[in-house]
């Protein structure tokens, strides 16, 4: 469970990256005023243009509501631990993911009139170059972010004692019930996948885009993901991934992109979980 310290540094970067962002929307704004021409934010193979400033109060909710949610747990700020994950904790998680990601669509399709499939790049798969990218990031995603969870673990050992893996990793290493183990495996392969490349690469991403520009947004919204997880030792590997996942968005222009290479990594992840030992 979240502790105090982990909480006051988590809504720190909140409170960062909001102000940032918000400076960054007006600054875009300012430079497209007094340079009509630009268009930044048109490039790549990600289509932001149908996003409008609706969205981007929609955007600014979530973010805020999530702000608002970052709290040390009561018993982890008593005892100094964390109550871990159960069985029902982790049902309710997963059901949460897909009601947001369905809110999300029918927001989408009912309220904005646009066309998910069209708006994420679904409609017209090259599953020749999709699949080519998938596998030489797959690559580049298990080296980099590993190569940087080690840098992680060696640069804050002496300053961040508490180093340990997320709850969810404690509990399926410790567990040796199969119905909480594969369930977790469908949280992480199936379900995580599907709603949060759908929230941060679909929405997040596309939104900043629209108003600022690919690489800001890259940076933000990946930020922003990195600080959903709600792990301090996990911030620096999980926004790296999330830069990637965008830049292979960007390559194909399709969500499928960083859906399958969320699903590869938490496979080898889950993997690796088999094969360590607890609290490794």
């Not at 992680?152 to 508490?162: F, G, I, M, R, S």
């Not at 929230?199 to 629209?210: D, N, Q």
């Amino acid at each position: 469970m979240l502790d105090a310290p982990s909480a006051g540094i988590l809504l720190d970067l909140s409170i960062f990256v909001s102000i940032a962002t918000a400076l960054a929307l007006f600054g875009y704004r300012l430079l497209r005023h007094y340079r009509p021409q630009a268009a930044w934010n048109h490039e790549g193979q990600v289509l932001s243009r149908p996003y409008a400033v609706v969205d981007l109060i929609v955007l600014a909710m979530l973010g805020l509501f999530f702000i608002l949610a970052i709290k040390p747990h009561a018993t982890a700020t008593a005892a100094g631990g964390g109550g871990g994950v159960t069985l029902g904790g982790l049902v309710f998680g997963m059901a949460f993911h897909l009601i947001a990601c369905a809110g999300l669509l029918i927001y989408l399709h009912r309220v904005r009139g646009l066309n998910p499939a069209e708006l994420f790049g679904l409609q017209h798969i090259h599953w020749r170059s999709l699949g080519i990218v998938v596998l030489v990031f797959t690559v580049i995603v298990i080296i980099t972010v590993n190569l940087l969870s080690a840098a992680t673990v060696e640069l804050l050992k002496d300053v961040w004692p508490d180093l340990q893996p997320q709850e969810t990793v404690k509990a399926f290493q410790a567990s040796d019930g199969f119905l909480f183990k594969f369930l977790v495996v469908v949280a992480a392969v199936i379900v995580a996948p599907l709603a949060e490349e759908t929230l941060f690469r679909g929405f997040v991403y596309g939104v900043l885009k629209r108003y600022t520009d690919a690489p800001f947004a890259a940076l933000s919204s990946a930020l922003m993901f990195a600080i959903v997880h709600v792990h301090v030792g996990s911030i620096l590997p999980l926004f790296m991934l999330a830069v990637l996942f965008c830049i292979a968005y960007e390559i194909t222009g399709c969500l499928l992109a960083p859906m399958l290479l969320h699903a590869v990594f938490n496979s080898v992840s889950i993997l690796g979980m088999l094969f360590l030992q607890p609290g490794s």
